[in-house]
Each structure stands twice: as structure tokens, then as C-alpha cells.
């Protein structure tokens, strides 16, 4: 006897009578053609349209997290240059007042250093002298250009 599962597939019981599927072993687990047995050419093309929107989705996130992650890796990494070249240029001034180091001898971050006479004056308006400001600023970024910059007041008699 066949059994009807929700009208859409149909299971052979095993007390069955019928000749032919008792021949065969795996007969109980084979059902009849359908016409909703597969999907249509229009159902496939959907998901894959569904899922190339999703794919695209998915690698621009993580595009944006990528150049994020590089960003904030140069912007570190220039302000380690930025510190190291401040200590430098304190025991090392720069002379004549100018020093610059380029991006291709710096790992990509262009410094520059100058140092300025510092006009100051004390409570009574007398003027202090001796006072230079040393400003370093370092230049990075490959696209889009970025700077960092530093200043320190030195005493030089």
C-alpha cells in the first residue's frame, strides 16, 4: 500500500503487494518524479544575485577595515619617528636652523626639524635670551597625505 505525505511525497510501505518494487532493495527510499522537484532556472538566478550583492557587501567592509587598520598603523608608526626624531634633535640640533629627512630614508615618513629663536619676555618686560623652539613635523601617507607634528622650547646660551 502507498502512503501519501502531505500530498507531495509518496513512500512505499513495505507490506506492499506490488511486484515491481519488491525486486528492487532500495525502492522504499526512491519517490516518484514531481514537477516541484527542482528549482527553476529563475530561482537560481536570484540567489546568485542575492548572493553577489552579499559577497560585494562583505569584501567592501572588509576593504574598509583593511585601509582602517593601515592608517592607523602609519599614523603609530609616525608618531614613534615623531618622538624619536624630537629626542634626537634636542641633544642634535638641526644646523642653520633646518634639517629634513626624506620618506625614503625614513620608512616612508618624511621629517622635517627647524629651530627658531623664541622671542620671550619675563614678568617685568625684560627680554629672555637663549630660547630657540624646535618644531619637528613628519609627513606620511601614500594616497592621502597626513602630518604629525611636535614643538619643544630649548634653552641655548
Same mark, same amino acid.
Given at each position: ?26 525502492? @522504499? ?7 516541484? !522537484? =527542482? &528549482?527553476?532556472?529563475? #530561482? ?5 544575485? /542575492? ?7 562583505? @569584501? ?7 585601509? !582602517? =587598520? &593601515?592608517?592607523?598603523? #602609519? ?5 614613534? /619617528? ?76
Amino acid at each position: 500500500m502507498w502512503i501519501a505525505d502531505c500530498g507531495l511525497r509518496k513512500e512505499y510501505h513495505p507490506h506492499s503487494a506490488r511486484p515491481s518494487d519488491a525486486k528492487r532493495p532500495n525502492s @522504499a527510499f526512491r519517490s516518484p518524479p514531481s514537477e516541484f !522537484a =527542482a &528549482f527553476t532556472l529563475f #530561482e537560481v538566478l536570484i540567489a546568485l544575485g /542575492v548572493f553577489a550583492i552579499a559577497v560585494t557587501g562583505l @569584501a567592501m567592509a572588509l576593504d574598509s577595515a583593511v585601509q !582602517a =587598520a &593601515f592608517e592607523a598603523r #602609519e599614523r603609530a608608526l609616525s608618531r614613534i /619617528v615623531l618622538e624619536s626624531r624630537l629626542s634626537a634633535a634636542m641633544s642634535d640640533p638641526p644646523v642653520n636652523g633646518r634639517r629634513v629627512i626624506e620618506a625614503r630614508d625614513n620608512n616612508g615618513i618624511r621629517v622635517e626639524e627647524t629651530m627658531d629663536v623664541f622671542e620671550a619676555k619675563t614678568t617685568n618686560g625684560t627680554p629672555v635670551t637663549g630660547i630657540w623652539k624646535l618644531k619637528i613635523t613628519a609627513d606620511f601617507g601614500r594616497g592621502k597625505k597626513s602630518q604629525e607634528k611636535a614643538e619643544i622650547l630649548l634653552y641655548k646660551p
